[in-house]
């Protein structure tokens, strides 16, 4: 009763003032104040008993002079009473965030599309209702401005015109060559020489003999894996940096740098053995360097030598000794017992004297990596060939994308050296990331200088790869509106609904397929994870699985290549691709080992780079199925044909004779009639007499059934065999 009192006396007073100045009182903020209180306590006491509602407010009172003053402002009266109310919070709706598109002017559909992230048929939707005639419209088609706002505010959006940025282009502070130095400051450097041909030719042979080393015995198998690069003097007092490049086929680009980086080539081959295929390909790179070639003829020691062979066979590849008129100096060595190798030297130096080898000592420090490598101690290591300037410690160098602030040079015994001038070969410590094999070297002032030049490297880099990737998508852009094109013109007589539809019934089975469905595959493939000693070795590797054109049997995925030691990232990166790991001349830690046994990676260590493929070809072609056979068992001639009761059906029952080798039950069988496979399955029965046997030889008659109808005829010839599984072989051939 207290909240019928309270309401009574707020009812008399709004009556009481009514009645004083009711023009002036609605006009103020505390009368709608007054209003919007009454009639929220009229609604919650009407909401709690109508019979209390209908006694105490009576419908004259609530509509008094049914003046419409208060209902238009009864709106304004709660929005305001929601600000007086104590402990009343103020209620607004969030405003969200539409998306901004950005718009130019004469936009085609397409291109309206790709700015909001629809497709076509949205923007079409968008222009129902309006004068554009929508059977016209093609992606390509160019809107007015005003419809292309009518699209965009429509789909909810906001939109913004597209701002003219020009693009400041970066100046270029790359580092170049210095161009050629003064004569007058040049003095005679030793000739770079490099050791080129076949595999087992003798090439490491030969270098042991001039340096008097032991070097083939610490190659894997007495091949030669790496670009060696050696400073030797010989007797006379002559030096000569020497290279001895690989030469197994896997490393033609260890042969090209080689050629690169030299002044002479000695190109050697055995007497036994003549011209073979890393023979003609070392010619090939010498030829396209333009450096002069000096022929070994090795092994003249061996019964079945024959040096003249051998240089009839060059002169089929343009290699014209001196004895057939031409200006490539032969000389007949034997490396392993050291004779006449004066003789080559000599010729060596010759060459290098005609050729008047001179360098510039003074000056900025320009080089050529011949191979990198990852050090445990000693971090990044190079193999560098200085050409010009000479090279000291605290030197900041430049070779692609990184720099090096020369901390240690060693020569080839390990020693460390205070500078190494033109024609040496040393190796470089200091570097900040390992610079790929055949990257120049170029010497800069400062750090700071070095970093310039290896952001703004990186930079170019970056730009280039983004016009690879821009060229791919355009190229895919342009295949998807061709198709697209192709595949609207044949529906261009409909309308733009029956388009609509006809694509959706077209496409409704693709796209109810969940996307983890539609990735899966059910070719075979091999994740590879590939781990090298040195850059040059990995860039063999890589290169030749690059020559892997077996996709459509095995799919051959390199996942990641390095340098160094196979690590625990190694192992978990193999264990979640599940692949496997390939090691070229590194090492595994008992650790790793041990982890990469409890998660079953497989871990194929070698250090012979052949053995290396054939295994990788050995698992490729163990992940292929095997290819099933089929072996003629026995053949059997039908008779006769009846029936058996056996409980209440009646089975047909073949009488046969075995014509040729024998039926076993066991096996699989099929009932040919003439030219055609009328049943293909397995044996219900098998007897003889009254037997069941297992197996019926030639010239025995037998009874047979089979689950099914099938409807035996005398003269049909039931065959049986057996399917054989053999192993499948990689088609790969990767030419060694």
Request: net charge neutral; with cysteine; hydrophobic share 40%.
């Amino acid at each position: 009763m207290k909240f019928v009192n309270d309401l009574k006396k707020e009812t008399h007073v709004y009556q009481r003032r009514v009645r004083t100045n009711s023009s002036a009182w609605f006009g103020s903020v505390a009368a709608m104040n007054v209003m919007s209180s009454v009639l929220r306590g009229a609604r919650r006491f009407g909401h709690a008993d109508q019979f209390l509602f209908s006694t105490y407010l009576s419908t004259p009172f609530l509509c008094p002079a049914r003046k419409p003053a208060p209902l238009l402002t009864c709106q304004v009266h709660r929005k305001n009473a929601s600000k007086q109310v104590k402990g009343q919070k103020n209620k607004q709706k969030l405003k969200l965030d539409r998306q901004e598109v950005e718009i130019r002017h004469r936009m085609t559909v397409a291109a309206l599309a790709d700015a909001m992230n629809k497709d076509y048929d949205h923007v079409v939707e968008a222009l129902l209702n309006t004068s554009v005639d929508l059977d016209s419209l093609e992606p390509d088609s160019v809107l007015e401005e005003k419809w292309i706002k009518e699209v965009v505010t429509r789909s909810g959006m906001k939109f913004k015109w597209a701002k003219l940025s020009e693009v400041r282009e970066r100046p270029n502070r790359d580092v170049l060559r210095r161009p050629s130095a003064d004569p007058s400051s040049l003095v005679p450097r030793p000739p770079v020489v490099t050791i080129m041909g076949h595999v087992d030719h003798g090439k490491t042979t030969l270098l042991d003999s001039l340096r008097k080393s032991q070097m083939v015995s610490t190659e894997a198998g007495g091949i030669t894996q790496h670009i060696g690069a050696f400073l030797v003097q010989l007797p006379t007092g002559e030096k000569i940096t020497f290279l001895d490049t690989p030469g197994h086929a896997a490393f033609s680009s260890m042969r090209a740098r080689g050629a690169d980086a030299t002044d002479i080539v000695i190109l050697v081959v055995a007497a036994d053995d003549g011209v073979m295929n890393q023979t003609v390909e070392s010619i090939e790179h010498a030829r396209r360097a333009e450096v002069p070639m000096i022929v070994a003829v090795n092994k003249c020691d061996k019964p079945q030598a024959d040096p003249q062979r051998v240089k009839r066979e060059l002169l089929a590849h343009n290699v014209v000794c001196e004895e057939f008129g031409g200006d490539v100096q032969a000389i007949h060595i034997s490396a392993l017992k050291g004779d006449n190798l004066l003789a080559l030297a000599e010729a060596t130096v010759t060459l290098a004297e005609v050729l008047e080898l001179k360098a510039e000592p003074g000056g900025v420090v320009e080089g050529l990596i011949i191979e990198s490598r990852t050090d445990k101690g000693k971090g990044p290591v190079t193999t560098v060939i200085v050409q010009r300037g000479t090279l000291k410690r605290g030197c900041i160098l430049v070779a692609g994308t990184t720099w090096a602030k020369v901390r240690f040079v060693f020569d080839e015994n390990g020693r460390t050296v205070k500078e190494a001038g033109p024609s040496s070969a040393v190796e470089v410590v200091g570097w900040k990331e390992l610079p790929p094999a055949g990257e120049l070297i170029l010497e800069v002032e400062s750090e700071q200088r070095a970093r310039e030049v290896v952001e703004w490297r990186t930079y170019e880099e970056q730009q280039r790869r983004l016009q690879e990737e821009q060229s791919v998508i355009e190229l895919k852009q342009r295949v998807h509106l061709d198709e697209y094109r192709k595949e609207r013109a044949e529906l261009a007589h409909l309308s733009w609904r029956q388009r609509k539809s006809v694509l959706y019934q077209a496409n409704k089975t693709k796209f109810s397929v969940r996307s983890s469905e539609r990735t899966q595959s059910d070719q075979p493939s091999l994740p590879l994870i590939l781990k090298g000693d040195v850059d040059g070795s990995v860039e063999a590797l890589v290169t030749i699985l690059d020559s892997y054109d077996a996709q459509e049997q095995c799919e051959l995925k390199v996942v990641h290549f390095g340098i160094g030691d196979v690590s625990e990232n190694d192992v978990n990166m193999a264990d979640v691709f599940a692949g496997s790991i390939y090691g070229f001349n590194v090492g595994v830690s008992s650790s790793v080992r041990q982890l990469a046994s409890k998660r079953g990676v497989p871990l194929r260590l070698h250090n012979i780079i052949y053995k290396l493929i054939d295994e990788l070809k050995d698992e490729l072609s163990s992940k292929l199925p095997p290819l099933v056979s089929e072996r003629v068992v026995g053949e059997a001639t039908v008779l006769a044909m009846f029936e058996v009761t056996v409980g209440k059906k009646m089975i047909p029952v073949a009488g046969c004779r075995v014509q040729k080798g024998q039926l076993v039950r066991k096996l699989k069988f099929r009932l040919k009639r003439g030219q055609d496979t009328v049943w293909e399955g397995s044996l219900a029965t098998l007897k003889q007499h009254k037997d069941d046997i297992a197996t019926v030889k030639a010239g025995m008659d037998c009874g047979l059934s089979v689950d099914g109808d099938i409807n035996f005829r005398p003269g049909d010839v039931i065959v049986c065999f057996e399917e054989l599984n053999s192993p499948q072989a990689t088609s790969w051939d990767p030419g060694f």
